[in-house]
């Protein structure tokens, strides 16, 4: 009986030990998940408590109030939410679950696809925090207060697509991180800010941010020479340069882009102006640069230097076309001043010869004029033969010679 009693007892052990070696695995693995789960809540909490503070700056901002974990996810204001497939967390509809009792507790799944607070007195800084999300598509936190600079991080959050940082206070240079945002980026917005130094260009060759359509960079204090990498932005529509210190020319590849909107006022730019064809961009585009930009639609360019080759070759042609064409009607107007006056010497002739006709008695008609000089007598053979000597003139009347006669006496 006491055999049987410790068979039951070790057979019972036995299979007890097993089934908790079963067991384990399962429950090793729930909680992994679970842990996992908790720690991107909470991640992800922290990581928007910390971009409160950063944001909020001394003062209490009643719209980041919202952003506190006993407050359901769609009412912190200015948050958009997405589950981990992408589909997005509806809002709109008040009565639903989601509105009153949804949190990041509750579904560790969500992950923050907007963050939307223009005109909401933030007074703080741009936190590092921002380059955390890794679905965060668009961020708008346009006419605050914000001060510092613009954190190298913001580069990291790769799906952003749309940024708007304009009106603002923000300061120092442009990091180049933010062309790690090229290949989603539509539209970055920094205008009216106090941002410097010369704009980056991106780390890789040839970025052609073939997504981006808006590039606004205006009012600031950006300065150096044109951004030429802008003109490998295909897909551009608007550029805004304007009131900055940019110098030096513009470039020609610029017209290529299919640009609905620039503006390059107020800098001190030089040089000719590309040709962007018919009257696409009006002058208020383009004034308040150096006296030396010229090209449409500002004044026209004078002298050489500011002329392409083209240009060039073709004023030399015209010029050359001129010269061919004046030469022509030059040598026309003389052979025809030459033909004139010759004709009015043969007139003048036939004029005197028909006075001298007419005092000599000579015949009439078609019959030739016999003219008598009176002192011919002295005059010989071989002065008359080398009369013919030297021929003046010849018309249809006859011919005209010259000769100095060797002889006493005059020649009437």
């Not at 800010?193 to 960079?217: I, R, W």
């Amino acid at each position: 009986m006491e055999i049987l009693k410790r068979f039951f007892l070790h057979t019972f052990l036995f299979y007890f030990v097993v089934g908790l070696n079963i067991s384990s695995p399962t429950e090793s693995a729930s909680t992994s998940s679970s842990s996992s789960s908790s720690s991107h809540s909470a991640d992800v909490e922290l990581l928007l408590g910390n971009i409160k503070a950063s944001l909020q700056g001394n003062t209490q901002n009643l719209l980041l109030s919202s952003w506190n974990s006993s407050v359901p996810l769609c009412q912190w204001r200015g948050l958009k939410w997405v589950f981990s497939n992408g589909s997005p967390l509806l809002c709109n509809d008040l009565s639903s679950p989601q509105w009153t009792n949804l949190s990041l507790s509750r579904d560790p799944s969500l992950h923050l696809f907007s963050l939307q607070l223009p005109s909401a007195n933030l007074s703080g800084s741009l936190p590092r925090e921002l380059g955390e999300f890794s679905m965060l598509k668009s961020l708008y936190l346009n006419i605050n207060f914000l001060s510092g600079t613009i954190p190298l991080e913001l580069g990291y959050s790769s799906s952003l697509s749309d940024i708007d940082l304009g009106n603002n206070l923000l300061s120092g240079d442009l990091a180049p991180s933010i062309w790690n945002l090229c290949d989603n980026l539509v539209s970055l917005r920094l205008h009216a800010n106090s941002l410097s130094g010369s704009l980056p260009e991106p780390a890789l060759p040839n970025s052609t941010c073939k997504n981006l359509q808006v590039l606004d960079f205006g009012e600031n204090k950006f300065s150096g020479n044109f951004p030429e990498f802008v003109t490998q932005f295909g897909g551009l529509k608007e550029l805004d340069l304007g009131n900055n210190m940019f110098s030096g020319p513009i470039p020609a590849s610029l017209a290529q882009l299919n640009l609905e909107k620039l503006n390059l006022s107020h800098n001190n730019f030089s040089g000719v102006l590309p040709v962007f064809g018919g009257s696409k961009f009006g002058v208020e585009d383009f004034e308040g640069n150096s006296p030396g930009l010229c090209g449409l639609p500002l004044k026209s360019c004078s002298g050489s230097s500011g002329l392409s080759p083209g240009a060039i070759a073709g004023i030399v042609i015209g010029l050359m076309a001129a010269t061919v064409v004046f030469v022509s009607l030059l040598i026309g107007y003389v052979q025809n001043k030459k033909k004139n006056s010759r004709a009015e010497s043969e007139d003048e002739l036939e004029e005197e010869e028909d006075e001298e006709s007419g005092g000599g008695g000579g015949g009439a008609g078609d019959q030739g004029r016999l003219i008598l000089f009176q002192g011919g007598e002295h005059l010989t053979l071989d002065d008359v033969l080398n009369a013919t000597g030297q021929v003046l003139e010849k018309t249809s009347y006859g011919t005209v010679y010259k000769q100095n006669f060797q002889m006493e006496g005059p020649l009437l």
